[in-house]
């Protein structure tokens, strides 16, 4: 298991583990998390052994609260505090994983640890999730993505309501919307998580990869560009047929 300030990252069999564990502060992104996301998304993305990972929080009472309030209040205004994070692009990262990324959630899971979550493939909650994008009303932008990943997971309308009006979400109001793909009890979390991380992992890993691409490279183009993608990425796996080794 490699540690981190605010991060345990450890692989087993195929599957990384990414533990946000600052459980004290309910696993609140800071700036120290910002770069060990980075260091950690990094050796994901390098790692041909890695085929899918599960992204999850410490603690019984949070995957993330959000962005850590104490870093802003020590900033000369909170969009400055915003600005500083800025200096590493740690979700262009997130989404140029070739790798299928699992968020298993639990609790509060607010602001950034929303993002976290949209920056996954497949979410899976416990059934004591609390979703909430507080920002607006804290005077500052989501500014890991969510305006952009929110929309596009749960719709406009919905977005609008939860950006510009904090409604708060319980976990099965998400599963009804598509924000997550299951809600199981909350012992049963990371053995859900483990399940459908094997699947995959099962999976021949160019397959897998392509497929994300196919379908995250294609949310940007027209239907027409969208099949010539498809056609490509299908076309590049004839080269790896029969290499797969389990
Ligand atoms: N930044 C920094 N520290 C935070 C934090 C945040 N966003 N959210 C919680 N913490 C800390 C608390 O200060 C507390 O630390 P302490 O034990 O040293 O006092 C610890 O985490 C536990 O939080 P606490 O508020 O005691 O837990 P709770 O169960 O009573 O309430 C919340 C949980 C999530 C409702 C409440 O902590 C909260 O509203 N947090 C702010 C959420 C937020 O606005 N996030 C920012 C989004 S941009």
Known sequence: MSGFETLLYEKKDHIAYVTLNRPQALNVYNIRMRD???QVLRAIKDDAEVRVAIFKGAGEKAF???ADLSEFLSAPSP????QARFGRDVWGLFLSIPQPLIAAVHGYVLGSGIEIALSCDIRIASEDTKFALPEVGLGILPAAGGTQTLPRAIGMARAFEM???NRRLNSEEAYTMGLVNQVVPKNKLLEAAEEMAEKIASFHPMAVRNAKQAVLRGLDLSLSEG???ERRLAMGLRGYKGEHEG
């Open 79 to 82: 969009v400055i505090a915003r």
């Open 36 to 38: 060990d996301l980075y």
């Open 64 to 66: 993330c609260a959000g």
């Open 163 to 165: 950006l510009l009006a």
């Open 227 to 229: 099949l010539e993608l």
